[in-house]
C-alpha cells in the first residue's frame, strides 16, 4: 500500500516520504497513530504543494542570507575592556556579546550558537569573526577589542 509519511519514523523513512508500506502495517499501525496517509490523488497534489512552498521559502532564505552576508564584510563591533599592561584583559567578549551588539547597531538577529567563536576573546586587538547565516552561507565581521 502507498503511503506518505507525515512524521519522521527511524527505520522507515523521512517525514514527506511516498512508500511502499506492508498492507498489515499500514492499516494496523501507520493510520491508525496517524503517521501516515493514503497516497491519493489530493493527498499527493497536497503533498506537491507544500513542497514547492518550502523550496520557496528556502530560496527567499538564501537569497536573503547571501545578501546580509556581503554586508556583514564593512560590520565592525568596538568593545571596550578594561585591560592591563601586557594586552591581557579583564573579562572577555563573548558569543552572546557579540550577538546582542550586532542586534543593537545593526538590527540583525542572530542567534549565539551561529557565531564561530570557539572560545571567548580574552585580549586585545582586531578579531575577524565568522557568522553562519544559512546552510552553506557565512559572513565575517571585524570585531576591535580595545581598552
Known amino acids: 500500500m502507498k503511503v ?3 512524521q519522521d ?4 523513512g523521512k517525514k514527506g516520504q511516498i512508500l511502499n508500506a506492508a ?3 499500514a492499516r494496523n499501525y501507520l493510520l491508525p497513530k496517524k503517521l501516515a ?9 497536497e503533498l506537491k504543494t507544500k513542497q514547492e512552498a518550502n523550496k520557496y521559502k528556502k530560496d527567499m532564505s538564501m537569497a536573503s542570507a547571501k545578501e546580509l552576508s556581503e554586508k556583514m ?3 565592525e563591533l568596538t568593545f571596550k575592556i578594561k ?3 601586557n594586552g591581557k584583559t579583564f573579562g572577555s567578549v563573548t558569543a552572546k556579546d557579540i550577538a546582542d551588539e ?3 547597531k545593526y538590527f540583525v538577529e542572530v542567534d549565539k550558537k551561529k557565531i564561530g567563536l570557539t572560545e571567548a576573546i580574552k585580549n586585545l586587538g582586531i578579531y575577524h569573526v565568522e557568522i553562519k547565516l544559512f546552510e552553506g552561507i557565512s559572513g565575517t565581521i571585524k570585531v576591535i577589542v580595545e581598552s
Not at 519514523?9 to 522507515?12: L, M, R, T
Open 9 to 12: 519514523i527511524k527505520s522507515v
Open 37 to 45: 496517509v493514503i497516497a491519493d490523488a489530493t493527498n499527493l497534489n
Open 83 to 85: 585591560a592591563g599592561e
Open 23 to 25: 498492507d498489515g502495517y
Open 102 to 104: 550586532l542586534n543593537k
Open 4 to 6: 506518505i509519511l507525515m
Open 73 to 75: 564584510k564593512n560590520y
